[in-house]
């Protein structure tokens, strides 16, 4: 089996000194590459010096995350995809499980490793945990981590499991699924690209997996912090996006409306919380959402998943009935 480590790269200097020396160590099973986004640092200076077994994909601007990883990919060939982050620390034998379950699993076309954090490694990290989940209003949250509660790796989440998305921050997708569903969607730029294509892998009846005999340290917040308003606008615009491509369609308008109102609560608590520039960014992925809505819609498939969530509402799980913790 044929494997591609992708790492997407811009003006990402520090962190492929800092993280790709254990990529290069830990990953004799794969050819590596370095796809860039245009970066105006000395990044492919440096990775042609000091790694010269590095291959270097160069897009001719930076695409951000999606577009940047679906041109990048049209260069390279391989059986299976690995999509890391610049700011993944991966450990020995990381990629052997990976490879055992894909020559098992036919079916299985999309896999997670356990993400832990690489500042504080007792504990799972947000982007991605032990895999993730969405609720019937398109919030996403993952065994280990719902909204900002983070659990400790205890060993509760050492099975192997069908998830329903996998973190971006580390994501294996074998090339012919990413390559007949188009990979990501490129109007989404960044965040939540990845569940918006779990979702329509899980529509042409393939499954998505997480495995804990794999496991990764990841940064996370390395590129845009999650305090930053951008990411705000992005995961609030991109979860729409999502929902109008995803759902079916007796359900469709019903959520939507929710979901508008559920936003709109989640506003006004940035503005109790005296985070105005928080209450503008999701304004402003609610005109964008408007201004797009049809050729979102027009993206819909005649396959759409009826049974996709797991909980009902997590907000409510979360913020009344006190859940914090993943229920499997």
């Not at 504990?123 to 509660?149: H, L, Q, S, V, W």
């Not at 995803?246 to 559920?262: C, D, E, K």
Request: hydrophobic residues 40%; proline residues 4%.
């Amino acid at each position: 089996m044929k494997i591609a480590v992708v790492i997407l790269n811009w003006n990402g200097v520090a962190l492929l000194k800092q993280f790709l020396p254990s990529v290069i160590q830990y990953s004799p099973e794969a050819t590596i590459y370095v796809a860039d986004n245009a970066s105006t640092d000395n990044s492919i200076p440096y990775i042609k010096e000091h790694f010269p077994t590095v291959q270097i994909v160069k897009n001719k601007e930076n695409y951000g995350f999606a577009q940047g990883y679906n041109e990048a990919l049209l260069h390279i060939d391989a059986d299976v995809y690995a999509l890391v982050n610049s700011d993944i620390e991966v450990t020995e034998n990381w990629l052997v499980p990976i490879i055992t379950t894909f020559e098992k699993e036919p079916n299985t076309a999309v896999l997670q490793p356990k993400i832990l954090d690489f500042k504080i490694k007792a504990n799972f990290e947000y982007a991605g945990a032990a895999g993730g989940f969405i609720d019937k209003y398109g919030f996403p949250y993952c065994r280990g981590r719902i909204f900002d509660t983070i659990e400790k790796d205890k060993g509760q989440y050492n099975d192997e499991k069908e998830i329903f998305w996998a973190s971006g921050a580390c994501f294996f997708i074998r090339s012919n699924v990413y390559k007949d569903l188009k990979g990501f969607d490129n109007d989404f730029f960044a965040h939540q690209e990845e569940i918006d294509l779990c979702w329509r892998i899980l529509n042409q009846g393939y499954k998505i997996k997480y495995t804990p005999y794999s496991t990764v340290y990841h940064v996370g917040g390395a590129t845009l912090d999650q305090g930053n308003p951008k990411k705000t606008y992005l995961n609030f615009r991109n979860s729409l996006f999502m929902l109008v491509k995803n759902l079916p369609t007796r359900s469709l308008f019903p959520i939507i409306l929710s979901r508008m109102i559920l936003d709109g609560i989640a506003g006004f608590k940035f503005i109790s919380e005296g985070k105005w520039k928080h209450f503008w960014a999701i304004l402003r992925a609610h005109f964008s959402f408007y201004g797009s809505f049809l050729s979102n819609y027009n993206k819909r498939t005649t396959k759409q998943q009826l049974h996709y969530y797991k909980e009902k509402s997590i907000v409510y799980k979360y913020y009344v009935q006190g859940g914090k913790i993943f229920v499997n």
